[in-house]
T-cell receptor, first 111, second 113 residues
Framework: LAKTTQPISMDSYEGQEVNITCSHN???????ITWYQQFPSQGPRFIIQ???TKVTNEVASLFIPADRKSSTLSLPRVSLSDTAVYYC????????????FGSGTRLSIRP | NAGVTQTPKFQVLKTGQSMTLQCAQD?????MYWYRQDPGMGLRLIYY???????DKGEVPNGYNVSRLNKREFSLRLESAAPSQTSVYFC????????????FGQGTRLTVV
C-alpha cells in the first residue's frame, strides 16, 4: 500500500479556494486516489476519487499530475461548514478491499 | 435508508470484561471494515472482510476478534478489554471490487476503566 503524506493542518477564510496536496511517491499502477472528509464525532464521508488528470463533482475537484506521485484536493469557495479533517488514501480498487487511512489534514475555516 | 448501523453508541467496560460491537449494513455491500480512532488521531484499520465468509487482519488486530455473520453483519469482539482499547470504533462497508467508496456508521464510543 502506498504511503501518503499531507499537511497536518491548514487555515483559510470563508469564500476562499482551498487546495490540499497529498504526496504518494510509491503509488502503484492499479492504485486510485480517494479523499474523505470527517467532521467531529462522525465517521468519514467519501468526497472524490480519481486515477489521473482531473475529476470534478459537486463538492470538490481532484487534480492528479501525469506522474501521479501527488494529488491536490481543491475546495471552491469554502464556508465555515468545511472545517473538518481531510484524508487522502491511495489503494488498489480492482478486487481489493483494504482501505487504510493516514493522519489527515485538519482544515480550519475562519469567518 | 439506514446505511451502516452500529450498536451500541456508547459503552463503559471494566478492565477484563468482554463485549461485542455490532454492525449491519443494508446496501448489499461485499466488504466491511472495523476501525478505531483515538482522540486527535486518524483511523486505524482493525479487521476487514472482503466478502462474506472471509476476514483479514488490518493494522491493529491484537486484542480483537471479528465475525462476518452474513453479508449484512460484521461484529467486533473484545475478549478482555484493556484501558488501551478506549477509543471510538467505526464500522464501514463498501461495494468491494472496482469501488472502494466506503460508508461509515455513526461510531461507538467505548471507555474501558
Amino acid at each position: 500500500l502506498a504511503k501518503t503524506t499531507q499537511p497536518i493542518s491548514m487555515d483559510s477564510y470563508e469564500g476562499q479556494e482551498v487546495n490540499i496536496t497529498c504526496s504518494h511517491n510509491n503509488i502503484a499502477t492499479n492504485d486510485y486516489i480517494t479523499w474523505y472528509q470527517q467532521f467531529p464525532s462522525q465517521g468519514p464521508r467519501f468526497i472524490i476519487q480519481g486515477y489521473k488528470t482531473k475529476v470534478t463533482n459537486e463538492v470538490a475537484s481532484l487534480f492528479i499530475p501525469a506522474d501521479r506521485k501527488s494529488s491536490t484536493l481543491s475546495l471552491p469557495r469554502v464556508s465555515l461548514s468545511d472545517t473538518a479533517v481531510y484524508y487522502c488514501l491511495v489503494g488498489d480498487v480492482i478486487g481489493a478491499s483494504k482501505i487504510i487511512f493516514g493522519s489527515g489534514t485538519r482544515l480550519s475555516i475562519r469567518p | 435508508n439506514a446505511g451502516v448501523t452500529q450498536t451500541p453508541k456508547f459503552q463503559v467496560l471494566k478492565t477484563g470484561q468482554s463485549m461485542t460491537l455490532q454492525c449491519a449494513q443494508d446496501m448489499n455491500h461485499n466488504s466491511m471494515y472495523w476501525y478505531r480512532q483515538d482522540p486527535g488521531m486518524g483511523l486505524r484499520l482493525i479487521y476487514y472482510s472482503a466478502s462474506e465468509g472471509t476476514t483479514d487482519k488490518g493494522e491493529v488486530p491484537n486484542g480483537y476478534n471479528v465475525s462476518r455473520l452474513n453479508k449484512r453483519e460484521f461484529s467486533l469482539r473484545l475478549e478482555s478489554a484493556a484501558p488501551s482499547q478506549t477509543s471510538v470504533y467505526f464500522c464501514a462497508s463498501s461495494p468491494g471490487t472496482d469501488n472502494t467508496e466506503a460508508f461509515f456508521g455513526q461510531g461507538t464510543r467505548l471507555t474501558v476503566v
